[in-house]
């Protein structure tokens, strides 16, 4: 996995406009605004590779606090911009269900990553033999790949993606590390 | 061509097809490459057509007008030298034409954002970012000249000046006078509170509150209100893309 160090992200204009961390009331505006919270969290969690994301953690936080102009994201409005990232597919709410405290963001959609999978696995000759997703994901094979260091949660939910259009079956282990997956050419 | 029979003639004619195929490719290729080729040419020699001729086009619309379509046909932007010496001898009409739908088209896509009013330097920036490399840069003039050209749509595109800072609105309706007066009083600052407008303008509550309201509703201002203890203010986002862009 390309390390994430290098060149700092570079916030958008609006990360500096101290009204972007209040829910504007207009509806419209408030649509736009999301989009915009949408379009920085995706880009900011691609930037670092992070995928795990705890909502009242991360609002003490960059993106969701900029201590320059000392303002922060409140929780539940996190929580709607969630919302509006899992009805796009970005992110999905993990943790107990219906608490809303944790989410995986997904920074390439599930359904990408498994075309990227696969094409790695028949590239490679690698079809029709298991492979644990530990492997797949931190084993020498891929270690120039763009999923290597992917977490296992994103990993399982593309091959589950995979499963679904028959290019790929799972094989349950004692825990997600040693879970199996065949590919299918 | 023979008839063939069998599961050999069917190999053959298989192939032969594949072959002619490939041919086929081959020749369009090369066509391609050549046909490049030739725009290029006649690219470069319209140029020099034009820089020799000048005195003739000028004089002679008819020549002009055969020159500035061959010029479309081709490819070459008279627009991108406005000030060079195609454009001159060309006319400018397109260019404000070309200008204006950009305009359009930055206003529409940050009217959700600014409620359709956005600074004239920001315009400027924006519009600078998507002209054509080494064009000509466009000027504060060229927007009001394209924008005067937008009026027989009737998009409600103008100009306004709040307390010095030019702006471009971009909503049909007209503007409420008391809207007006809190963007001037706002254009320093890029923010106001309702103690800001009672302060400098002494109205009382109702009409601050109704005036705060309509400009929330039309998305011309943002409200912050990082803590519902203390009163929230309101900020301008054309005020603050300006100074945005000043800064970078």
């Known amino acids: ?185 | 061509m023979r008839k063939a029979v069998g599961i050999g003639g069917l190999r053959r004619q298989e192939a032969e097809r594949q072959a002619l195929s490939r041919k086929g490719d081959e020749l369009a290729r090369r066509e391609v490459a050549k046909l490049q080729e030739q725009v290029a040419l006649m690219k470069t020699k319209l140029e020099e057509f034009v820089r020799d001729h000048q005195r003739d086009i000028r004089n002679n619309p008819a020549i002009r007008m055969q020159v500035q379509r061959m010029c479309q046909l081709i490819g070459v932007d008279p627009l991108a030298s406005r000030k060079g010496y195609m454009a001159e001898l060309l006319g400018v009409g397109d260019f404000y034409c070309e200008l204006g739908v950009q305009i359009i088209d930055i206003c529409v896509a940050t009217r959700s954002a600014n409620g359709g009013l956005i600074a004239l330097d920001d315009l400027l920036r924006r519009l600078a970012l998507r002209r054509i490399r080494g064009s000509e840069p466009v000027v504060a003039d060229d927007v009001k000249r394209a924008i005067g050209q937008l009026a027989p749509l009737g998009g409600g595109y103008r100009i306004v000046d709040f307390g010095g800072r030019k702006m471009v609105q971009t909503v049909a309706r007209e503007m409420n006078p008391d809207t007006s007066t809190v963007l001037a009083l706002a254009q320093q600052t890029c923010r106001f509170s309702a103690a800001d407008v009672r302060l400098a303008l002494g109205w009382d509550d109702g009409r601050i509150q109704a005036c705060i309201d309509d400009m929330l509703r039309s998305s011309i201002v943002w409200v912050d209100a990082p803590a519902a203890a203390a009163p929230a203010e309101y900020w301008v986002p054309a005020f603050f893309s300006q100074l945005g862009a000043s800064l970078a």
């Open chain 1, 1 to 185: 996995m390309a390390a994430a160090t290098g060149a700092p992200f570079q916030f958008p204009e609006i990360y500096s406009f101290p009204p972007f961390f209040t829910r504007q009331p207009n509806e419209d505006t408030w649509k736009e605004q999301r989009r915009q919270w949408c379009d920085l969290v995706v880009a900011f969690h691609r930037h670092h590779r992070r995928s795990s994301l705890a909502l009242a953690e991360a609002v003490a936080e960059p993106p969701f606090a900029n201590r320059q102009i000392r303002r922060a994201l409140r929780v539940d409005t996190l929580r709607e911009i969630v919302d509006e990232l899992v009805n796009q597919g970005h992110a999905a709410w993990s943790g107990p269900k219906n608490t809303r405290d944790t989410c995986l963001i997904f920074w390439r959609k599930p359904e990408v990553w498994a075309g990227i999978l696969h094409r790695w696995a028949s590239e490679r000759g690698l079809c029709n033999t298991v492979l644990t997703l530990y492997e797949l994901a931190n084993g020498d094979d891929a270690a120039d790949q763009d999923f290597h260091g992917l977490d296992h949660a994103t990993l399982r939910r593309s091959l589950e993606a995979l499963q679904g259009q028959g290019k790929a079956q799972l094989f349950v282990g004692s825990s997600d590390e040693d879970m199996g997956v065949k590919f299918f050419p």
